[in-house]
């Protein structure tokens, strides 16, 4: 008998996006695309990645909850605490307000689109432990969020 093989597929990205309010609005096939290229090109291609879309109400219950602040946000990002002994590279959740976003990005001339893959970015990078806590590293933040926005053909947020 010849040797038996076995194709086993390479895992790849998995962006998981929940949509509980049912906001039409979003394109989430494109939100996905966007966010697992960002994933793989900063190596972590084979992470899990959940977005959860929330209203008014869920985002800043949230807020207060962990960040004591008792107002609506328009991005929160909650990274994976597993313990090391599972093997399952989960970055975390991304909750994303888009009655929020879609007030910034008309208060800021932007698309509704181009915000929100803004903020889910941005959300995301800091699952990857990136952070805007000093002048420093905000600045190392915006400029690889302006690098990977650049990317997928959206202009600079922070012009």
């Not at 076995?6 to 949509?19: G, R």
């Not at 090109?41 to 807020?63: A, F």
């Amino acid at each position: 008998m010849g040797k038996m093989s076995y194709f086993i597929p390479k895992k790849t990205t998995m962006v998981v996006i929940q949509n509980p309010i049912n906001d039409v609005s979003i394109n989430e096939k494109n939100l996905k695309d966007a966010l697992q290229q960002v994933m793989t090109d900063l190596g972590k291609g084979n992470s899990e990645l959940l977005i959860r879309i929330v209203d008014k109400t869920e985002i800043q219950n949230l807020n207060k909850t962990y960040r004591h602040k008792n107002q609506p946000t328009n991005v929160l990002s909650f990274p994976s605490d597993l313990p090391i002994e599972i093997d399952e590279e989960i970055l975390g959740d991304v909750v994303i307000c888009t009655d929020v976003v879609t007030d910034e990005a008309k208060a800021q001339n932007k698309t509704f689109d181009e915000h929100l893959t803004h903020m889910a970015i941005h959300g995301t990078l800091h699952l990857m432990g990136y952070d805007h806590i000093d002048e420093t590293e905000a600045s190392v933040m915006e400029s690889l969020e302006i690098k990977i926005l650049e990317k997928i053909g959206i202009a600079n947020p922070y012009q």
